[in-house]
């Protein structure tokens, strides 16, 4: 099936879920006749305005069966858009041979789509990634008879209703009670002097990134000028700065001097004039 097809934007629920809910009581439910012969269509013949009718008939139930999954703290629209995409894919695989309801065999993609979404949005941290930990994490809030924490009996009693271990009921519940926390996230309160966030007690002591890249970017440039009011200096003034600044080992201006055939006086004036050269090439690059 084409699923640019089969996604119809009008019908997508949106903030206004009354509006939404109002539009697909217009649509008929279909009885055991129609939906069979509708299914006859596209199947066999692919009748894509069949599968359109097939899709708009059980849309309510949807809507229907995402509410049961409102508690998980995720937006409505959002559940019940995820199993839309689930009858979608249901129709797509529906065969009308197998003698029973689309909405039976629909169920159980709709709640795959539904459990997908939940579990990639509930938490940053996956709480469930095995299909034994999937079938606790969607059975255990509805096996608790009060909120409060389950006694070993009541786990146990769990476990075994849920074929799996005591442990691991003990786990998921402890990961059903865990809430997310944002990592510098500020005070709860006005009374607090500072937040319980995470950033303000596991701070480290490696540089900042941005840090060290600003850093990097200006010694990069710092280097750039050097170079280049180096090369607009005669060779002479060049080896005097070279020699005096940039040289592990400094020559002074009396050892200079006695190369050069001039007093100390001059090699100081020729090292001024230098430098204040390539101080107004740096000034004219940082215009």
Same mark, same amino acid.
Request: hydrophobic share 40%; charged share 30%; aromatic share 8%.
């Given at each position: 099936m084409n699923a640019q097809v089969m996604k119809m934007p009008s019908l997508s629920p949106g903030l206004d879920m009354?509006?939404?809910?109002?539009?697909? @009581?217009?649509? /008929?439910?279909?009885?055991?006749?129609?939906?069979?012969?509708?299914?006859?269509?596209?199947?066999?013949?692919?009748?894509?305005?069949?599968?359109?009718?097939?899709? =708009?008939?059980? =849309? !309510?139930?949807? $809507?229907?069966?995402?509410?049961?999954?409102?508690?998980?703290?995720? /937006?409505?629209?959002?559940?019940?858009?995820? *199993?839309?995409?689930?009858?979608?894919?249901?129709?797509? !695989?529906?065969? /009308?041979?197998?003698?029973?309801?689309?909405?039976?065999?629909?169920?159980?993609?709709?709640?795959?789509?539904?459990?997908?979404?939940?579990?990639?949005?509930?938490?940053?941290?996956? &709480?469930?990634?095995?299909?034994?930990?999937?079938?606790?994490?969607?059975?255990?809030?509805?096996?608790?008879?009060?909120?409060?924490?389950?006694?070993?009996?009541?786990? !146990?009693?769990?476990?075994?209703?849920?074929? &799996?271990?005591?442990?691991? &009921?003990?786990?998921?519940? @402890?990961?059903?009670? $865990?809430?997310?926390?944002?990592?510098?996230?500020? $005070?709860?309160?006005?009374?607090?002097?500072?937040?319980?966030?995470?950033?303000?007690?596991?701070?480290?002591?490696?540089?900042?990134?941005?840090?060290?890249?600003?850093?990097?970017?200006?010694?990069?440039?710092?280097?750039?000028?050097?170079?280049?009011? =180096?090369?607009?200096?005669?060779?002479? *003034?060049?080896?005097?700065?070279?020699?005096?600044?940039?040289?592990?080992?400094?020559?002074?201006?009396?050892?200079?001097?006695?190369?050069? @055939?001039?007093?100390?006086?001059?090699?100081?004036? =020729?090292?001024?004039?230098?430098?204040?050269?390539?101080?107004?090439? &740096?000034?004219?690059?940082?215009?």
């Amino acid at each position: 099936m084409n699923a640019q097809v089969m996604k119809m934007p009008s019908l997508s629920p949106g903030l206004d879920m009354e509006s939404y809910l109002r539009i697909l @009581g217009q649509f /008929p439910i279909l009885s055991a006749g129609e939906e069979h012969e509708l299914a006859i269509k596209f199947t066999e013949e692919g009748d894509l305005d069949a599968a359109r009718k097939l899709v =708009l008939g059980h =849309l !309510r139930f949807v $809507a229907y069966l995402a509410r049961s999954y409102k508690g998980y703290g995720l /937006p409505y629209e959002d559940l019940v858009q995820e *199993g839309n995409v689930g009858l979608m894919k249901a129709v797509k !695989r529906f065969d /009308p041979s197998f003698g029973v309801r689309l909405i039976s065999f629909a169920a159980h993609w709709i709640k795959a789509e539904i459990h997908e979404y939940i579990l990639k949005n509930w938490r940053i941290v996956k &709480v469930a990634t095995t299909k034994a930990q999937r079938k606790l994490f969607f059975n255990l809030r509805s096996a608790k008879k009060t909120f409060n924490w389950l006694d070993p009996q009541e786990t !146990r009693a769990i476990a075994n209703d849920l074929g &799996v271990s005591s442990e691991e &009921v003990s786990r998921m519940e @402890g990961r059903l009670s $865990a809430s997310d926390l944002a990592f510098d996230g500020a $005070a709860e309160s006005e009374e607090e002097e500072e937040s319980s966030a995470p950033s303000y007690y596991l701070a480290s002591d490696a540089p900042n990134p941005a840090d060290l890249c600003e850093s990097s970017d200006v010694k990069r440039r710092h280097a750039e000028q050097l170079s280049n009011g =180096l090369a607009t200096l005669d060779d002479r *003034g060049r080896d005097i700065i070279q020699r005096r600044w940039l040289s592990d080992r400094k020559a002074t201006l009396h050892e200079l001097a006695d190369e050069y @055939g001039v007093s100390a006086e001059r090699i100081r004036q =020729l090292e001024f004039a230098a430098i204040n050269k390539m101080r107004t090439l &740096v000034a004219q690059e940082d215009i």
